[in-house]
């Protein structure tokens, strides 16, 4: 999903979203501002089901950018990749906070509990919800700062490269999964922008689909687009040594694939991965 880059400081802005603003948080005013109207005026811009009850209900509130991420800081295609990342987190925030039916997914050797559901304007999205024996802080190293060495343990992907980080919470980055004899999907490549937010003791992980120039097409994969991920990472009350990770996915994977065989691989692969991630935590943590 690209978003073209807006010039100046936001006119309308809904006093609801950044009511927590302060004088010292100056310095960071704009940047916040743009963040926060961003995502009101894309969610005022799509019309009809989950997006105008979104305008309609209590806006998610707004996680505050992490470290310093003045405007001045930046080129304009940087703090394109980051407001990026903050609206896809708002996306992510609203649906978290929808009473939304989830229905479950029947899967082979599953690891994690799945579900989905259609939602308006990015059909459907899948979730999986696992406890995993380690802290928050672990997770983050390894699905954010250490995300270009997921392959050697992930084996169905083949690479990931950091084509530009942004900050200490913005990555932009380009993945091509494993090729896979008889795998009906095929091998595809992914750009993406990935973005770290925080809000209270939670870390969420979000990714979308960008455009980075020039990065040619892969020989052999089709060039497919996430459409929405994140990955929640909240500390279990009373145990901060264990997490519950909660992982929202909608992708669009190009090519011509019947919507029910996407439909079966999307929430296999999200299990099939958290059951690899699993067992590199815990060969890391053997003597």
Request: glycine letters at 6%; a positive charge; one cysteine or more.
């Amino acid at each position: 999903m690209n978003f073209q880059q807006r010039r100046g400081a936001p006119q309308h802005l809904p006093h609801a979203l950044c009511a927590h603003q302060s004088p010292r948080q100056t310095p960071l005013l704009w940047l916040r501002l743009h963040f926060c109207a961003r995502s009101h005026m894309h969610r005022q811009s799509w019309e009809g089901g989950l997006f105008t009850s979104l305008c309609l209900a209590p806006p998610a509130t707004c996680p505050e950018p992490d470290g310093d991420v003045s405007p001045s800081r930046f080129s304009s295609v940087d703090l394109s990749y980051i407001s990026q990342g903050e609206t896809a987190l708002q996306l992510a925030l609203s649906i978290l906070q929808q009473h939304t039916s989830w229905q479950a997914e029947t899967l082979l050797d599953a690891g994690a509990a799945v579900s989905s559901a259609a939602l308006p304007g990015l059909g459907k999205v899948f979730r999986a919800e696992v406890v995993l024996a380690v802290p928050v802080a672990q997770l983050h190293r390894e699905l954010f700062e250490r995300i270009e060495q997921m392959p050697q343990w992930n084996p169905t992907l083949s690479r990931v490269k950091v084509l530009q980080r942004v900050g200490t919470d913005t990555l932009v980055t380009h993945e091509v999964t494993s090729p896979s004899p008889g795998n009906l999907v095929g091998q595809r490549d992914f750009v993406s922008v990935r973005h770290c937010g925080r809000r209270e003791t939670a870390i969420y992980l979000v990714g979308t689909a960008t455009h980075v120039e020039p990065l040619p097409l892969q020989d052999g994969c089709i060039r497919a687009e996430s459409r929405l991920s994140c990955i929640v990472l909240q500390p279990l009350a009373g145990d901060p040594g264990r997490t519950r990770l909660t992982w929202l996915l909608s992708m669009d994977l190009k090519g011509w694939i019947p919507a029910s065989v996407i439909n079966r691989v999307l929430p296999q692969s999200q299990a099939d991965f958290i059951k690899h991630l699993r067992r590199h935590l815990s060969a890391a943590t053997c003597p």
